[in-house]
């Protein structure tokens, strides 16, 4: 189930408080093949290890948060450097 877009409407960085938006397809592809390498870290420093179902993505395109079923995870040491995301 999609996240709503009211809920997307509110959503911001809680660090940086820059509005998010959903992850395009893409990218998530680009991030997930990079998880799936290894090498992938959080900001509090732990490798992410688990492909995202869905994620959200700064308008800055800085941060990137993980989306687990249905319920966006928006805690900055979980987040994800933007540049993970960015497509070859």
């Known amino acids: 189930m999609p996240i ?23 990218r998530l592809a680009a991030l997930n093949a990079r998880i799936d390498q290894g090498g992938v870290t959080c900001q509090g420093g732990e490798p992410v290890e688990k492909p995202l179902q869905e994620g959200l993505i700064t308008e800055d395109g800085e941060t990137v948060y993980r989306i687990d079923d249905s319920i966006p995870v928006m805690l900055v040491d979980q987040a994800i450097p933007g540049h993970f995301a960015s497509l070859p």
């Open 4 to 26: 709503s877009e009211d809920l997307l409407s509110i959503l911001c960085c809680p660090r940086t408080k820059v509005p998010v938006q959903m992850l395009s397809a893409d």
